[in-house]
């Protein structure tokens, strides 16, 4: 079975700041997907970013990006220009591609504080 | 706003009681995904659905069944309830069985 593993439960950055969420994930399959959500005290689940195992390329949504490094199995959001917006608990997810475990595995989340 | 609708928002009952959760899914979408979170689980897939039929199953319990229906709502229903079944629990929905997963609003359910 697959493991989503987010070994930071807290972190914190100032407004305006570069913050980098770890996600590291354990599974056997060569294609996949890995997602970032968002959850605001709003407690809404929110998509922020998808990546396909199988590109090269990492993903980038308007201030946010990940580093996916498919051989270390690891895949960090990284959040520009932090906004008090921002705040929220961030959730690392993966899918497989085919059979029947299309459900998405979460990790245990990290807290991001922003500080103004 | 993703477009998942589900109701109630909240829901407080005695334990041993037996609770319904609706879903509807965003037009167009075919699958469901029912998911539970609480604090000492985090987040946990219970069981999909895809055109009316089960799909997959996770960490579902007994007491626990769902269903798809025609119009492709779905509901959750718990029964002979307990302490630690109070969670929040999500609706998710996706295109096919291979889409991203949009969440609902959730149902905060307390159990007491």
């Known amino acids: 079975a697959q493991t989503v593993t987010q070994s930071q439960p807290e972190m914190s950055v100032q407004e305006a700041e570069t913050v980098t969420l770890s996600c590291t994930y354990d599974t056997s399959e060569s294609d996949y997907y890995l997602f970032w959500y968002k959850q605001p005290p709003s407690r809404q689940m929110i998509l922020v970013i998808r990546?396909?195992?199988?590109?090269?390329q990492n993903a980038t949504e308007n201030r946010f990006s990940v580093n996916f490094q498919k051989a270390a199995k690891s895949f960090s959001l990284k959040i520009s220009d932090s906004q008090l917006g921002d705040a929220a608990m961030y959730f690392c997810?993966?899918?497989?591609?085919?059979?029947?475990?299309?459900?998405?595995?979460f990790g245990s989340g990290t807290q991001l504080t922003v500080l103004p | 706003d993703s477009g998942v609708t589900q109701t109630p928002k909240h829901l407080i009952t005695a334990t041993g009681q037996r609770v319904t959760l609706r879903c509807s899914p965003r037009s167009g979408d075919l699958s469901v995904y029912w998911y539970q979170q609480s604090l000492d689980q985090g987040l946990q897939f219970l069981i999909q659905?895809?055109?009316?039929?089960?799909?997959a199953k996770g960490n579902i319990l007994e007491r626990f069944s769902a269903q798809q229906f025609p119009d492709l709502h779905s509901e959750l229903n718990l029964s002979s309830l307990e302490l630690g079944d109070s969670a929040l629990y999500f609706c998710?929905?996706?295109?096919?069985?291979?889409?991203?997963?949009?969440f609902g609003p959730g149902t905060r359910l307390t159990v007491t």
């Open positions: 998710a929905s996706s295109v096919g069985e291979k889409g991203e997963q949009y």
């Open positions: 997810a993966y899918r497989s591609p085919s059979g029947s475990a299309r459900q998405l595995t």
């Open positions: 659905y895809y055109n009316g039929e089960e799909r």
């Open positions: 990546q396909e195992a199988y590109k090269q």
